[in-house]
């Protein structure tokens, strides 16, 4: 990712672009889902997505200057199988969230009438073919889409007369925190502003602002923005709820496409359908973008050749596991964050030992960063699988910070106790060497 040629991002553009990375149909509908579960502390995971754009400020100036992807970095310092394994780690992470578009696009036509497993098997088919075309033209239509969603959830504020249950979520959310497990709050907060500080869709683009100073300001704008639109979702609940609009039957995540097919006068009229399109369209240009990075992050890798025919094959694959994970369902935020809880230990203990050699405070050997990284893949993994399978497995109350805690710590011993023993094998060498 050489941008240094492209320093063209002014504060506003920087802005919309590290907004629009994560406010997506994960954003509203899974904040929909949690507001259905647990009232305005719902809100918690979209409210921290922009703290975690406020703890970006902190690698902000060292993104800039270093300009490499995360992977490219850390493996032109410790060497290739660190690039490689962060690199299929980021790619395993965007299974689940590839995953996460399925299945919200799915709750999305299932208002329109169309049953589950079609429509999932449709989706996944549809994502696939779209990762395989060119996206510079269809970006912009989806991104503008993306702004009508904000436009038609005001409107449904509007119309519902729910200007009141946004100040009102804003007002009960930090007080509503008290009812919810802090486990389970600090296991959404830490892993989503965690992920936000070495998210690579945000990396890309801080890379390409004209200077620092504008990398920092659309940072802080895009927190102000994302805070601000996190009660959006659950207003909109909360005025549906309190006017009766949404049947026992519904399920939070398709709590917010029938509100607005009922503003629309039903999916019969063609104004409800419209907005359920409205609505589902975006995730197809969202779940084909992630399959696309998908795909190129693995031929990027070199393993195999970067032929047309490995390209369709890997985007199949991509979307193969995908849809295996979306056909178990779950809710939006809790999958999102359990792949990215997987990641987290995988990237952090290496860039962190980066930022310690970087900052000449120590320097950890090659070995050690290997290792754990390795064991932090193994541990990181196997408890996501073990959570996804059998929730009931987890401890903390909190499958974020189960998975985080044994990624962190098998990552952590591993670095630690290689260092030491390689250090005491180096000491004993030069000892030896000096009584030669």
């Known amino acids: 990712m050489h941008a240094t040629a492209n320093r063209s991002l002014g504060i506003l553009s920087l802005t919309i672009l590290l907004v ?22 719902g809100s918690l995971y979209a409210v921290s997505l922009g703290l975690g754009f406020l703890a970006l400020l902190a690698l902000v100036k060292f993104y800039w200057h270093a300009v490499e992807q995360i992977w490219t970095l850390l493996g032109n ?25 399925i299945i919200a696009a799915s709750a999305i036509l299932s208002i329109a009438g169309f049953s589950k497993l079609p429509s999932t098997i449709g989706l996944a088919i549809l994502f696939c073919l779209l990762s395989l075309l060119s996206s510079e033209r269809a ?26 249950e946004l100040e009102l979520a804003a007002i009960q959310f930090l007080p509503s925190l008290a009812r919810v497990d802090w486990r389970e709050e600090l296991g959404v907060s830490i892993s989503t502003i965690l992920v936000v500080t070495i998210d690579m869709k945000c990396q890309q683009f801080i890379v390409q602002a ?17 805070i601000g639109l996190a009660f959006l979702p659950t207003a909109v609940v909360m005025a549906g709820q309190h006017r009766g609009i949404l049947p026992e039957t519904i399920t939070g995540k398709e709590a917010i496409p029938y509100i607005l097919s009922w503003l629309g006068g039903g ?12 609505l589902a369209i975006p995730a197809l240009g969202i779940g084909s973008n992630i399959l696309r990075i998908q795909t190129k992050t693995i031929l990027d890798l070199g393993v195999i050749p970067n032929l047309p025919r490995n390209r369709i094959l890997v985007a199949i694959l991509n979307a ?29 203990i290496p860039l962190a030992a980066y930022l310690l050699a970087h900052t000449k405070q ?7 960063v290997r290792l754990s990284l390795l064991m932090s893949a193994i541990a990181s993994l196997l408890t996501l699988g073990i959570t996804l399978l059998n929730p009931q497995m987890i401890f903390f109350n909190s499958n974020e910070l189960t998975i985080i805690t044994m990624g962190m710590g098998f990552g952590g011993i591993s670095l630690l106790f290689s260092e030491v023993f390689t250090r005491h094998n180096r000491h004993i060498q030069d000892r030896q060497e000096i009584q030669l």
Not at 144 to 164: D, E, K, V
Not at 363 to 368: E, G, K, V, Y
């Open 362 to 368: 120590y320097i950890f050997s090659q070995t050690s």
């Open 139 to 164: 970006s912009k239509v989806f991104r503008g889409l993306l702004l009508f969603n904000i436009g038609a959830l005001l409107y449904a504020l509007w119309r519902l007369h729910g200007f009141s």
């Open 20 to 41: 629009s990375a994560h406010y997506g149909l994960g954003f509203i509908l899974g904040t929909a889902e949690q507001a259905i579960a647990i009232g305005t502390a």
């Open 320 to 348: 193969l596991l995908a849809f295996a994970i979306a056909l178990k369902d779950g809710e939006i935020v809790n999958l999102i964050l359990d792949f990215y809880a997987a990641y987290l230990p995988c990237v952090w």
């Open 210 to 226: 004209r200077t620092v100073r504008t990398a920092y300001w659309a940072c802080v704008l895009a927190a102000i923005a994302l």
């Open 267 to 278: 999916t019969h009229q063609w104004q409800g359908i419209l907005w359920i399109l409205a």
């Open 77 to 101: 310092r410790y060497g290739t199988p660190v690039k490689i394994g962060i690199a299929l780690m980021s790619w395993t992470s965007l299974i689940g969230i590839e995953a996460v578009q």
